[in-house]
């Protein structure tokens, strides 16, 4: 009998399909799904092929893992939860009129090229058959491998979905994220402490330590991934903590940190902790703040002494 999975097509098949159902709006990512799968005609048994995990159909998976990789390259875009659209880059791509749209092309982006081999990489090892890609590589490097690049999506997802959520979401996700970390004492009063915007430059205060011997103040600002926080308003931030008469701050920012913001950081007389985008999503992820383990795989080795 046929594995019903060998009828479903790979994530990079179903790329030019996913950005075709955006073309003319905004889609929800679940009704993609099954307006693809009803396209290509899969069967009831194709559409039922669940991930190892059994939390999510294989269909399902690559039609996400597509969406994925094209937003990746800038074909498009998330807009609210669940939904997405069309870039303008998208539909000059579209306008070419592709046969295909798979790694290859979408490699010709530097988005996607830092996404998908940070590590410095070409693009043809990248994208050369498996067989070729994974000929020196020993099956534990090749699954750490795939594991930092669904970390690199997910960061990307984590920043995405925060940049379009109300302004008091950020809020609330400081507060998770450093209750997760052990500051603040209890959730009630993280909360209050947390989120008092305009209050002489600072947007929070909370208790480093249960028992609130020390306070960590906070400045969160949620910027877009090309407006970098610059030295002005690293020093601004400095002169609330001497009015406030605080020694140590948190600057939280969703894009990034210029140089010289960073280096103003740290001349500066009072501790001052710098969390740009790319080091809030990977403490979002160790926290499990924002997203949740799907699947736990165990790799097991020979126990050399069990057979002493």
């Given at each position: 009998?046929?594995?019903?999975?060998?009828?479903?097509?790979?994530?990079?098949?179903?790329?030019?399909?996913?950005?075709?159902?955006?073309?003319?709006?905004?889609?929800?990512?679940?009704?993609?799904?099954?307006?693809?799968?009803?396209?290509?005609?899969?069967s009831?048994?194709?559409?039922?092929?669940?991930?190892?995990?059994?939390?999510?159909?294989?269909?399902?998976?690559?039609?996400?893992?597509?969406?994925?990789?094209?937003?990746?390259?800038?074909?498009?875009?998330?807009?609210r939860?669940?939904?997405?659209?069309?870039?303008?880059?998208?539909?000059e791509?579209?306008?070419?009129?592709?046969?295909?749209?798979?790694?290859?092309?979408?490699?010709?982006?530097?988005?996607?090229?830092?996404?998908?081999?940070?590590?410095?990489?070409?693009?043809?090892e990248?994208?050369?058959?498996?067989?070729?890609?994974?000929?020196?590589?020993?099956?534990?490097?090749?699954?750490?491998?795939?594991?930092?690049?669904?970390?690199?999506?997910?960061?990307?997802?984590?920043?995405?979905?925060?940049?379009?959520?109300?302004?008091?979401?950020?809020?609330?996700?400081?507060?998770?994220?450093l209750?997760?970390?052990?500051?603040?004492?209890?959730?009630?009063?993280?909360?209050?402490?947390?989120g008092?915007?305009?209050?002489?430059?600072?947007?929070?205060?909370?208790?480093?330590?249960?028992?609130?011997?020390?306070?960590?103040?906070?400045?969160?600002?949620?910027?877009?991934?090309?407006?970098?926080?610059?030295p002005?308003?690293?020093?601004?931030?400095?002169?609330?903590?001497?009015?406030?008469?605080?020694?140590?701050?948190?600057?939280?920012?969703?894009?990034t940190?210029?140089?010289?913001?960073?280096?103003?950081?740290?001349?500066?007389?009072?501790?001052?902790?710098?969390?740009?985008?790319?080091?809030?999503?990977?403490?979002?992820?160790?926290?499990?703040?924002?997203?949740?383990?799907?699947e736990?795989?165990?790799l097991?080795?020979?126990?050399?002494?069990?057979?002493?």
């Open positions: 009998m046929t594995d019903p999975a060998t009828f479903i097509p790979d994530y990079q098949s179903l790329m030019l399909p996913v950005l075709r159902k955006v073309e003319n709006g905004e889609a929800r990512i679940g009704s993609v799904v099954h307006q693809l799968a009803d396209a290509l005609g899969l009831e048994d194709a559409r039922a092929v669940l991930l190892p995990s059994g939390r999510q159909t294989l269909f399902a998976n690559r039609v996400h893992w597509a969406k994925t990789y094209l937003t990746k390259a800038g074909l498009v875009e998330a807009t939860r669940g939904h997405f659209r069309i870039t303008e880059r998208g539909r791509i579209l306008a070419t009129r592709p046969e295909r749209i798979d790694n290859r092309l979408l490699s010709r982006f530097e988005e996607f090229r830092q996404f998908t081999h940070p590590t410095g990489s070409s693009v043809e990248e994208f050369a058959p498996a067989t070729e890609t994974t000929a020196d590589q020993t099956p534990d490097e090749t699954i750490r491998g795939a594991h930092r690049r669904i970390e690199a999506a997910l960061a990307q997802d984590l920043l995405d979905r925060v940049c379009i959520a109300p302004p008091e979401f950020f809020e609330r996700l400081i507060v998770n994220l209750l997760a970390m052990g500051y603040g004492g209890s959730a009630a009063e993280a909360g209050r402490t947390l008092r915007s305009g209050d002489d430059g600072v947007d929070g205060v909370i208790d480093q330590d249960a028992l609130g011997l020390d306070q960590v103040y906070i400045q969160a600002k949620r910027y877009g991934a090309a407006n970098a926080v610059g002005g308003a690293i020093r601004d931030f400095f002169g609330s903590l001497d009015r406030h008469k605080a020694a140590k701050g948190l600057f939280v920012t969703t894009s940190f210029t140089s010289s913001a960073r280096e103003t950081a740290g001349y500066l007389s009072k501790r001052i902790v710098l969390i740009d985008g790319t080091n809030l999503a990977r403490l979002m992820i160790r926290y499990n703040i924002g997203c949740r383990v799907e736990t795989l165990h097991k080795k020979l126990d050399e002494d069990f057979f002493e």
